[in-house]
């Protein structure tokens, strides 16, 4: 069994509901294992780790998992510490909270603790994260960018993900931003050809090559395999982009993905009848 | 030739340049008939017709039209006063300016001004709108929804429109309000299978069945002729559409689009090439 047919991600918009049902927190919890999940939460993007590290510390607990503990890292030094090495070691799931994506990577990547959670990833346990948490998943990811604008190259700043979900770009708060300009920025400007934008309130499920969508939203996938034209090696930095022939899916709730071969997972949904009529 | 030849358009989406070069409406000057130009300005959209119409006097009067005037109609009465069908039936141009579109539909549509306005249309004239009178263009238009939100069929209402360019659904102030969701809503809802979201300060310069892109920002087309499945037979007003296969193109100025092919016009640019490379 490869590793890539092992993965199980939750990658969530941010905003995910923490009150009431918790659909998708739940998820992350019955991955991990349930009542017997043992799950590490990462604090790394946020400059307010206790407050928001206890928070889900109360939620997991409350939905049953048996043992979650914090990993607080504010500098390179404590993502070498032997306790939180042994944590993740220990760990059945591994959750990410939000904040600033760029303090993940520059605090952990490449580290000792970038490498046992990487491995306890390819062991199969579930890794999970939310907006910042959620934007670390590719290889590449967006570091920060403009939302509500045209797509422009100097509207994004790239730089190197965590490489759970390496070859595809993730943006997330996607619908209640309106960012699919910083979507199509990033995905016309690195080699990946799918970029998937998350809502609040909702998560792409990973599981191997395939992922479902759960929560309120929906998950926005552009795909740019079939594009015919783009002007990226033409225009100058604020000029705007052309980007011709792209595919567009929009995917609620219970609806999957197939990942490597790019496509919606249609089995048992009415098809073509009813396309382009309402 | 058929009145589709010989249709011309400037639809704009909404905070046009009017102090500065005024790339749009110089155009529709231009296509007005330049220094010999006779520009009737509809303020029907607005409820401050005089100072809004005022300021289009202005502009249209620095780029060297000949004769602009205000057709202020307050009520349908007004729609079928003779000085107003008088400077219609002269007009070589004609504005709709922005304001809420369902007063342009409930004052005017089906009027003996909206019979004579489409009569000099279809003679060629040229018929313009921003924002508001850009909405109007469709024979299907948004007449209001909710901006950065997924698609759901209650977060837009549609109602008839003006039907200058049929079998389209049009919107307006598009990436600086993040209209993706109403777009995808509206276009699901209904028989049309193009989509438009026109930027502000930027045209879809429509000639015959073509269009051209004009100013600062881009168009966004949404094609859904080879949509493979949506829900909207399956869900309840509230939840999330699906919408899956649609296409999915970026139009920065100088682009040209194919409405009778839904096809974006490439000649002369590169192809397939630069497909999914940066």
Partial sequence: MSSETKRQLVIIG???????????????????????????IMTAATELPREVGENYIRVFKRLGADEVRIIDTESREDAASSTALKAVEEATGIFFTGGDQARITSIIKDTELDTAIHKRFSEGIVVAGTSAGAAVMPDVMIVEGDSVTNPRINMVDLGPGMGFLPGVVIDQHFSQRGRLGRLISALAQQPAVLGFGIDENTAMVVTGDEFEVVGEGIITVVDESEVVHNNVDEILRDEPLAFCGAKLHILPHGYKYDLANHKPILEGRSVAETAGVS
């Fill in 14 to 40: 941010g905003a995910e509901d923490k009150e009431g049902d918790c659909i998708i927190l739940r998820e992350v919890v019955r991955r991990a294992g349930g009542t017997k999940a043992r799950i590490v």
